[in-house]
């Protein structure tokens, strides 16, 4: 059993005047999900020697807010209410301009073998974290990396906080090994054969894929996930049984284009969505569009037939079905020519629109949108090393802010995009591919919240007082 303590010091560096406060943590679920088994796929090397020692990898972020953070042991992800005021990385220092993250303090820092427990104390200067500190919570160590956002935060390409210690072998979108013509969300589409990916239900251990045949025609496919059940007759290596195949209704007002469209399935909403339009990939102010809802389980068909009302042409849709996405009732996508804007739509109201600016150079997009956790939508940038603009953002769909990441890639080791897809009813996991022929690997956010310390006295950091921060985690 695991407790833990937090003590806050802010130091006024006029007066020398001290301000002391302390408080005690819950422990969330978040470890005890890290360390289960997901099905046959944890890999034992990866869990017991890369993310050893666990004090300083899979507890080694910590994150403030600046607003509490309902104590639950299923919220393993801050919510858009609360905004990151600082953050910091165990034995890390932060030679960086960015103005969010701290330092590890090295010297006070303890770990405690016979006593059992870990100290760890980050310090924070005078221009570091500044503003309402209302929550404090323990995450992997690239958690800490202020993957909740922040308006100066400088680009590290050694930052990855999607954390695999798992077994990455299962081929769900390889045509070599899934059974079928697969694919995801960076895959052309043959109408009638290409099955993309969208879900995963460990519950039932399926894979969903869908399957376009016609401008009024859309079929499911289900296959089998291997996470739970094997059979002497099937090769999970090899070939992904077909467990289930079966068309939609025709669709009324069906897709507009069987190349060019976007998809993602929201994962709180419980639905696959479709962005489709007739050209190729711009729609033109006041041109038609449409969104199709596909509601998981009954499957049944909403279908949204709107006008773009941003007043400039939009980039929804492409042949690599990435750009748009559909999140709590509402389409973020971004307009085709510069000045880049990013846009978000209500689905039952295209004309309530709000833009959302990034704050950068007009001549950069801020990446795809690849996944949602609990308020938030997370985008990815792939290609130029170069260039430091190309990074990882987060978006606060309460808020509208989009910030920047430290991570350059979420997985890393390819300029690519992976397709991030969700488990059905379960945020912690997702399984990353490449486009058609991709071994991938599932995925953990490793921006978790493993404790949550509501202070009892919300603190304010200015520009006058440095802080220090110390978070005690005792095994008992």
């Known amino acids: 059993m695991l407790t833990g303590k937090t003590i806050i010091e802010l130091t006024d560096v006029h007066t020398g005047e001290v301000e002391h406060l302390e408080d005690h943590n819950m422990i969330t679920n978040a470890l005890t999900k890290f360390f289960e088994p997901l099905g046959h796929m944890k890999l034992a090397s990866n869990l017991f020697n890369d993310q050893s020692p666990y004090y300083e990898n899979v507890l080694g972020g910590l994150l403030m807010f600046d607003g509490a953070i309902e104590e639950r042991q299923d919220l393993l992800y801050a919510p858009p209410d609360v905004n990151l005021t600082g953050c910091a990385v165990y034995n890390k220092q932060n030679d960086t301009t960015g103005k969010k993250r701290g330092a590890f303090n090295t010297t006070e820092s303890e770990v405690n073998l016979t006593d059992r427990y870990v100290k760890y104390v980050y310090d924070f200067a005078t221009s570091q974290a500044n503003g309402t500190i209302a929550s404090i919570c323990l995450s992997h160590k690239y958690g800490g990396y202020t993957t909740y956002g922040s308006e100066d935060a400088a680009r590290l390409d050694s930052i990855n906080p999607m954390i695999s210690v798992f077994e990455n072998m299962m081929h769900y979108v390889n045509r070599d090994y899934s059974g079928g013509y697969t694919g995801d969300r960076s895959t052309g589409n043959t109408a009638g054969q290409t099955e993309f990916i969208f879900a995963i239900d460990p519950s039932e251990d399926l894979v969903y894929y869908f399957k376009i045949n016609s401008l009024k025609s859309i079929s499911i496919v289900k296959r089998r996930a291997y996470l739970k059940a094997l059979s002497i007759f099937e090769q999970p290596y090899r070939n992904k049984a077909l467990v289930e195949q079966f068309t939609l209704n025709d669709l009324p007002g069906g ?18 969505y479709i962005i489709s339009q007739t050209n190729s990939n711009s729609i033109a102010a006041g041109a038609a569009f449409h969104v199709l809802k596909i509601s998981f389980g009954d499957w049944a068909v ?33 307009s085709y020519s510069s000045p880049y804007n990013l846009y978000k739509i209500e689905l039952t109201d295209p004309a309530n629109i709000t833009k959302i600016s990034f704050g950068e150079a007009t001549t950069l997009l801020p990446g795809y949108p690849v996944f949602a956790l609990n308020g938030r939508i997370f985008y990815e940038s792939g290609g130029n090393n170069s260039d430091t603009r190309y990074r990882c953002y987060v978006l606060n769909t309460q808020t509208n802010m989009l910030e920047r990441m430290e991570a350059y890639y979420m997985v890393g080791g390819t300029s690519y995009i992976p397709t991030y897809t969700p488990f059905i009813g379960d945020d912690f996991y997702f399984y990353a591919s490449y486009n058609y022929n991709s071994s991938a690997s599932f995925r953990i956010p490793g921006f978790y919240l493993a404790t949550i310390n509501n202070l009892s006295t919300p603190v304010t950091k200015t520009a006058d007082k440095t802080m220090k921060v110390t978070y005690i985690i005792q095994e008992q």
Request: proline share 2%; charged share 10%.
């Open 255 to 272: 897709i507009l284009n069987t190349s060019y469209f976007s998809y993602n399935f929201d994962n709180e909403a419980k639905a696959l």
């Open 302 to 334: 909403t279908e949204y037939q709107m006008t773009n009302q941003a007043n400039v042409p939009l980039y929804l849709a492409s042949g690599s079905h990435y750009y748009s996405f559909v999140y709590r009732g509402f389409l973020y996508c971004r």
